[in-house]
């Protein structure tokens, strides 16, 4: 008796579940937001005092210590490269030689 009553419980849970899904789906439409105007963008100007960056901030001519930071760049980027992979293999040659 209690299965039957479990099992149309649930039944009835299923059903009303559905029908609330397909009415939901049934009333869907289209929907959108408005365009966001971000005060006119990079291009036209019109944002120039509040700009975040600065006109010329990928010019690398005109970078301070240039030999230095791309040199410190560069070393740092080529470590990385190395020093990663080769931890990687010693850290799973030490895992699997432990087991």
Same mark, same amino acid.
Request: proline share 2%; hydrophobic share 40%; net charge positive.
């Given at each position: 008796?209690?299965?039957?009553?479990?099992?149309?419980?649930?039944?009835? %849970?299923?059903?009303?579940?559905? =029908?609330? #899904?397909?009415?939901?789906? +049934?009333?869907?439409?289209?929907? &959108?937001? @408005? $365009?966001?105007?971000?005060?006119?963008?990079?291009?036209?100007?019109?944002?120039?005092?509040?700009?975040?960056?600065?006109?010329?901030?990928?010019? %690398?001519?005109?970078?301070?210590? =240039?030999? #230095?930071?791309?040199?410190? +760049?560069?070393?740092?980027?080529? &470590?990385? @490269? $190395?020093?990663?992979?080769?931890?990687?293999?010693?850290?799973?040659?030490?895992?699997?030689?432990?087991?």
């Amino acid at each position: 008796m209690a299965l039957n009553g479990g099992l149309r419980s649930a039944s009835k %849970l299923l059903t009303s579940s559905s =029908q609330s #899904l397909l009415s939901k789906s +049934a009333n869907r439409g289209f929907h &959108s937001t @408005g $365009v966001k105007r971000m005060g006119g963008g990079h291009a036209l100007g019109h944002d120039e005092p509040y700009y975040l960056h600065a006109k010329h901030m990928y010019n %690398l001519d005109r970078m301070k210590h =240039q030999k #230095l930071k791309m040199s410190l +760049a560069v070393f740092t980027a080529f &470590s990385i @490269g $190395v020093f990663v992979p080769v931890y990687a293999v010693i850290f799973q040659q030490k895992k699997t030689a432990s087991g």
